[in-house]
């Protein structure tokens, strides 16, 4: 079974410039997470959807920060303008749909895009 | 709300000793709780998790963990390490009710020497 696929794996711009992660999870995953990792501290959750709703964006910076999950499949993370701050690894993860047997809580996670923003 | 405490960020230990990583969580209603390993440069795997029943759980590559209710714990732990334990641990929390979003720790840096 494939696992959760994320590209690129890294990426280096400018402040003020713009990029875009993208992430195709796990076929049958019908709940899909972005969350960012700066160095030294744990995964923060930016963005769940459910199928191709939005579950939870409260913690999405929506002045620069959109996500997307158009056909509820894969999904694109953008960042524009991005700024010093926003150097993370960015993870995307997948789980099952509620309720079904597979469903035991567990996330399946991607390698992660690594941002520098210079 | 739920939050993860990770008591310690580093943790050098010498092969084969064993070793104890800590989590405390804080949450007002019953949790599930995991531990993720992550290699430099890969992503989260997971060790192991809690649900429900027996509260010593077992994962992969030997790792076990206590989850102490009245403590509000889930301590990790090994009985005698590798070198190729060396990685990043996390502690993980979520909701018992609605499974999705997990909250993290900050991470223990788990060094192996030789």
């Known amino acids: 079974e494939a696992g959760v696929a994320q590209s690129p794996r890294y990426k280096i711009i400018e402040k003020r410039q713009s990029v875009a992660f993208w992430c195709n999870p796990i076929?049958?995953?019908?709940?899909l997470y972005w969350y960012q990792q700066i160095l030294g501290q744990g995964p923060k959750l930016l963005i769940q959807f459910q199928n191709n709703g939005v579950v939870d964006d409260s913690q999405l910076p929506k002045d620069r920060f959109s996500a997307e999950r158009l056909k509820g499949v894969d999904s694109t993370l953008k960042i524009q303008p991005a700024k010093l701050e926003d150097s993370a690894v960015y993870l995307c993860?997948?789980?099952?749909?509620?309720?079904?047997?597979?469903?035991?809580?567990?996330?399946?996670f991607g390698e992660g895009s690594r941002l520098t923003v210079l | 709300a739920q939050s993860v405490t990770q008591l310690d960020s580093q943790v050098p230990v010498f092969e084969e000793a064993p070793v104890e990583l800590r989590c405390n969580y804080s949450?007002?209603?019953?949790?599930?709780l995991f531990w993720y390993v992550q290699y430099p440069n890969q992503g989260l795997q997971l060790l192991l998790k809690?649900?429900?029943?027996?509260?010593l759980v077992k994962g992969i590559n030997g790792f076990e963990a206590e989850f102490n209710k009245s403590q509000t714990s889930f301590h990790l732990r090994k009985p005698s390490v590798h070198i190729s334990d060396t990685a990043e641990y996390f502690c993980?929390?979520?909701?018992?009710?609605?499974?999705?979003?997990?909250?993290f720790g900050r991470g223990t840096q788990l060094t192996v020497w030789p």
């Open positions: 993860a997948s789980s099952p749909p509620r309720g079904s047997g597979g469903n035991t809580g567990e996330l399946f």
């Open positions: 809690y649900l429900s029943g027996s509260t």
């Open positions: 076929s049958g995953h019908a709940t």
């Open positions: 993980a929390v979520n909701r018992g009710s609605t499974l999705g979003r997990l909250y």
């Open positions: 949450s007002s209603v019953s949790v599930y």
